[in-house]
């Protein structure tokens, strides 16, 4: 079985603390095996790539159920043993996935898991959760948010009212700061500003994790500095992942359509998608956690403030069966139920290999050479089995079989190395369950 790389990290809140005390420099934060990302602070993340890297449905439409769910197992008293599954098509033998997730918990000492596996053309076709979480169990997703974010603005080019290829200063007043820079670019982490490997906490960007402020400023803040002139190199000449250049993709999709983030979030995903989980918020200096899943959250959105400086990289919350309906969205060819969410041909963007294309890019972990592993807009790439993930710091990893058909959605709420080693051994199982 393929080993999932891990990918650049996410800040832990207390560094990100530490460095808004007063350092100008942080210590790198060291990337992550190959399952996940590598721990940080949870900016933007750093996450896997296949394993890795691995929603919410229109007002009006549910993904297709084949039959009423199964219970399996009643939950008991053991949250890492216990598991509720729904066999939503019999079609498809998916009793290999339980076992494998109970003992993993188990031992890891997880407080659950949540899995959600979607078919093109037939919707839900497995949905199991363990411990403490079932359908309704809202979590932190972390750079499991980077496709969505690059679907706001691959949908606003879709219409026109943006072109991802031309320059930010296009559309920014501030854009001059990084004149050849475009969001297809930022999109693709081949911008050429600082990303989060090797330093996440550089000094001149930390806005991007601090909720004060608007996206705007620190938008502005980050593409116009002075203090990364040494460090900015020419885009599209090198995979640089994550970091303030996903700030800047937000702040672009804000001007060029009139609207905030959360409104273009709303607009084009939670409405059409009926996707009443999906949030964005900024919570990396509210909760400082380390590598680690910030506890303190519990499944609550409301343990953080409001914000007008949403974390586009990493700042999303979202229940399972909300993200498994996104992931359903990029298998039917952008439609969710009626609507049309993204056209096929901004899906194929999305998925295509972007620095393989443009500038024979790598988007391997630091110190693994880069063998093998690609990246579009918010996916990685495996250049081996052509599957696609976006896999984030505190363990979720969605990945989709594009040549199959399917998708699945994993969730727990500890790291990405320890959500990318338990993709790993899911992978096959569920790619078995689905080909037969």
């Given at each position: 079985?393929?080993?999932?790389?891990?990918?650049?990290v996410?800040?832990?809140?207390?560094?990100v603390?530490?460095?808004?005390?007063?350092?100008?420099?942080?210590d790198?934060?060291?990337?992550e095996?190959?399952?996940?990302?590598?721990?940080?602070?949870?900016?933007?993340?750093?996450?896997?790539?296949?394993?890795?890297?691995?929603?919410?449905?229109?007002?009006?439409?549910?993904?297709?159920?084949?039959?009423?769910?199964?219970?399996?197992?009643?939950?008991?008293?053991?949250?890492?043993?216990?598991?509720?599954?729904?066999?939503?098509?019999?079609?498809?033998?998916?009793?290999?996935?339980?076992?494998?997730?109970?003992?993993?918990?188990?031992?890891?000492?997880?407080?659950?898991?949540?899995?959600?596996?979607?078919?093109?053309?037939?919707?839900?076709?497995?949905?199991?959760?363990?411990?403490?979480?079932?359908?309704?169990?809202?979590?932190?997703?972390?750079?499991?948010?980077?496709?969505?974010?690059?679907?706001?603005?691959?949908?606003?080019?879709?219409?026109?009212?943006?072109?991802?290829?031309?320059?930010?200063?296009?559309?920014?007043?501030?854009?001059s700061?990084?004149?050849?820079?475009?969001?297809?670019?930022?999109?693709?982490?081949?911008?050429?500003?600082?990303?989060?490997?090797?330093?996440?906490?550089?000094?001149?960007?930390?806005?991007?994790?601090?909720?004060?402020?608007?996206?705007?400023?620190?938008?502005?803040?980050?593409?116009?500095?002075?203090?990364?002139?040494?460090?900015?190199?020419?885009?599209?000449?090198?995979?640089?992942?994550?970091?303030?250049?996903?700030t800047?993709?937000?702040?672009?999709?804000?001007?060029?359509?009139?609207?905030?983030?959360?409104?273009?979030?709303?607009?084009?995903?939670?409405?059409?998608?009926?996707?009443?989980?999906?949030?964005?918020?900024?919570?990396?200096?509210?909760?400082?956690?380390?590598?680690?899943?910030?506890?303190?959250?519990?499944?609550?959105?409301?343990?953080?403030?409001?914000?007008?400086?949403?974390?586009?990289?990493?700042?999303?919350?979202?229940?399972?069966?909300?993200?498994?309906?996104?992931?359903?969205?990029?298998?039917?060819?952008?439609?969710?139920?009626?609507?049309?969410?993204?056209?096929?041909?901004?899906?194929?963007?999305?998925?295509?290999?972007?620095?393989?294309?443009?500038?024979?890019?790598?988007?391997?972990?630091v110190?693994?050479?880069?063998?093998?592993?690609?990246?579009?807009?918010?996916?990685?790439?495996?250049?081996?089995?052509?599957?696609?993930?976006?896999?984030?710091?505190?363990g979720?990893?969605?990945?989709?079989?594009?040549?199959?058909?399917?998708?699945?959605y994993?969730?727990?709420?500890?790291?990405?190395?320890?959500?990318?080693?338990?993709?790993?051994?899911?992978e096959?199982?569920?790619?078995?369950?689905?080909?037969?």
């Amino acid at each position: 079985m393929r080993t999932r790389r891990a990918i650049p990290v996410i800040v832990a809140v207390g560094v990100v603390g530490a460095a808004c005390a007063g350092s100008d420099t942080a210590d790198p934060v060291t990337t992550e095996p190959a399952a996940t990302e590598a721990p940080s602070t949870e900016p933007p993340d750093t996450e896997p790539a296949a394993t890795d890297p691995p929603a919410a449905e229109p007002p009006t439409t549910e993904l297709p159920v084949a039959e009423p769910p199964v219970t399996e197992a009643p939950l008991d008293t053991t949250p890492e043993t216990t598991s509720v599954a729904e066999e939503i098509s019999p079609e498809y033998d998916f009793s290999s996935v339980g076992p494998i997730v109970d003992e993993f918990t188990a031992e890891r000492g997880l407080n659950g898991a949540g899995l959600v596996v979607v078919s093109r053309g037939e919707g839900v076709v497995h949905e199991q959760y363990w411990g403490e979480f079932d359908a309704e169990r809202i979590s932190l997703v972390a750079s499991s948010s980077k496709m969505i974010t690059a679907g706001v603005l691959l949908h606003l080019d879709d219409e026109g009212v943006l072109d991802i290829d031309a320059p930010v200063a296009e559309v920014a007043e501030w854009g001059s700061g990084n004149p050849a820079i475009t969001p297809a670019q930022l999109l693709s982490n081949s911008s050429g500003l600082v990303g989060l490997a090797p330093n996440p906490v550089f000094a001149p960007y930390l806005c991007q994790y601090i909720a004060d402020g608007t996206l705007q400023e620190c938008a502005e803040t980050i593409f116009t500095t002075p203090d990364d002139d040494a460090d900015v190199i020419p885009p599209d000449t090198e995979f640089r992942y994550g970091g303030g250049q996903w700030t800047i993709a937000g702040a672009v999709a804000e001007i060029a359509s009139g609207q905030s983030f959360a409104e273009l979030v709303d607009e084009i995903f939670t409405q059409p998608c009926g996707l009443e989980s999906l949030g964005f918020n900024n919570h990396f200096a509210q909760m400082g956690s380390g590598f680690d899943y910030p506890v303190e959250f519990a499944g609550d959105p409301s343990t953080l403030v409001d914000t007008d400086n949403p974390n586009p990289e990493g700042g999303a919350y979202i229940n399972a069966p909300d993200y498994g309906r996104l992931l359903l969205m990029h298998l039917e060819d952008g439609m969710c139920g009626d609507s049309q969410v993204l056209s096929p041909e901004a899906l194929d963007t999305m998925h295509s290999d972007r620095i393989g294309s443009t500038y024979s890019g790598e988007a391997g972990q630091v110190g693994t050479g880069g063998d093998g592993t690609g990246y579009g807009m918010g996916w990685w790439v495996d250049r081996d089995t052509g599957r696609i993930s976006d896999g984030g710091a505190y363990g979720s990893v969605p990945w989709l079989d594009l040549d199959d058909g399917y998708g699945a959605y994993l969730v727990i709420e500890a790291d990405s190395g320890t959500g990318g080693e338990l993709a790993g051994l899911l992978e096959e199982v569920i790619h078995t369950a689905i080909t037969g």
